[in-house]
């Protein structure tokens, strides 16, 4: 175990120190001093904040309210969509502020400072919710605290996103910053999701819950722990950056800013062909992955019958796959590019994926309670997860070149206006894809709040029929549209050269 540790550490280290050696793989000098590896880790260890928010409402949420509370599973998709769509609009807001905000901490340290306390109490109360409450009462209860706790994360995730384009603009370096930022992001997320299974539901189980994954309590004490993870991780990565902020790129000159010019400015940043094709594909993908997420444990628990441990140990196997996709990102990005790499690595993926559920279907898997299960799913979980995670770094270090193309249009920094328009799309639409979620357990006819080996043969057999055509068909016209993107590494380095001419021509 102590190599295997050695080991990933040392993967780590030599991921992080390839960010500087990339560095010189262009012919275009970086404009701004390449960031340290304190930096680079402080940033990437901030994504901890959101992988932990994500993971918890992505993947327990939904089972915790009606599974274990009893609440109507389509009660509880409706408020966590309504939710993410009022936080949605809170996106182009803070974007837009921190691009033109101005203080002695730069454009985005304000932001993030002051978001860490409030994210970190409104997702306590989202796991201890009032006793005795009914199903309604509860539905405007989890929408409440669902758009507090969202809307105080932007303050943080937009601002916190946007320095990557400023932090470094090489086209490998960024990818390499970025697989940082994942890496931390899944890993954080995921080390809750194993001290659930692994440690809190063991703990909490009882002679009348034998499954402490059933147990109210358990997700009151998993608030207390990921509360206080969420306010480190955004003080680290505020902390560790700060010292970044003379580097960083200034405000656009003071002007008299009224609705009508904000909104003129936002959509010249965003009429840009590349992130059109981004966003669009962005519905289809957020969709996909809040399908994905919601149903996540409903397939562990009661579609393979894993116990709570194996779980435990299925989440474990997502910590290598957050290193396969954080090392293979920036080989791809140097070997054969981000688009050409995320088209690859993204149909392999994600015809990958609901691969085993198939082979259920077709009858060709060992039967629940076999042990080569088990290690069947979770190789095959392993491996597809990190390739996913090596697609979702490559999409977002395309959706970082693009501030430069647009700023040889405009003549402004948008880092802000991208990551939110990302994060904008992500949070208003994958609602929906609980809300499918939903739908597919109606569909199924999948009975709410009992135990996984009281749940009827033939509505195992419809989850699995209902949920793998309606997965591919999300994943696959995501793909086919983000085909159309168009930006290329000499695109960028064009651009960059075009910048560094107009700035030395203002200089002259």
Known sequence: MISDQKQAQMTGADMADGLNSQSDSTSVRASVPPPSLATKISYGFGAIAYGVKDNGIGFFLLIFYSQVLGVDARLIGL??????FLDALSDPVVGYWSDNFRSKWGRRHPFMYASALPVAASFFLLWNPPEGWSDIALFWYVLVISVLIRTCITFYETPSSALAPELSD???????????????????????????????FPAFATPTIPNGQFNKDAYSTYGIIASVMIFVAIMVSALGTHKRIVHLKAPPPVRTLSIGLIFKEIFETLANRSFIALFLAAIFGSIASGLSASMTFYFTSFFWGFTPQQTG??????????????????????????????????L????????????????????????????????????????????????????????????????????????????????????????????????????????????????????????????????????????????????HENNLRELASRQNQVAD
Do not use: H
């Open 170 to 200: 090489n086209y490998d370096q960024r990818s390499g910053l970025l697989s940082l930022r994942f890496f931390f992001g899944w890993t954080g997320g995921n080390m809750m999701a194993v001290i659930m299974f692994v440690v809190l």
């Open 313 to 346: 140990l299925l989440t474990i196997s997502v910590f290598v796959s957050a290193i396969i996709g954080a090392v293979m990102a920036p080989l791809v990005t140097k070997s054969i590019g981000k688009k050409q790499g995320a088209m690859i690595i993204g």
């Open 348 to 491: 392999v993926a994600f015809l990958g994926a609901p691969l085993p559920i198939v082979l259920r279907l077709l009858g060709v898997m060992p039967e629940n309670g076999d042990p080569t299960l088990f290690w069947i799913v979770m190789l095959a979980n392993m491996v597809d997860t990190g390739l996913i995670i090596c697609f979702q770094i490559l999409s977002a270090s395309m959706l970082a070149d693009l501030v430069e193309d647009a700023e040889i249009k405009t003549g402004r920094r948008s880092e802000g206006i991208f990551f939110a328009a990302s994060t904008f799309i992500r949070k208003s639409v994958q609602g929906l894809g609980v809300i499918t979620a939903g739908f597919v357990l109606a569909a199924a006819q999948f009975p709410a709040g009992v135990k996984p080996e009281q749940i009827p043969e033939d509505a195992l057999t419809r989850l699995g029929l209902f949920y793998v055509p309606t997965i591919l068909f999300l994943w696959l016209t995501m793909l086919a549209i983000m085909s159309t993107y168009r930006l290329k590494r000499e695109d």
């Open 79 to 84: 408020a966590m969509t309504i939710a993410l």
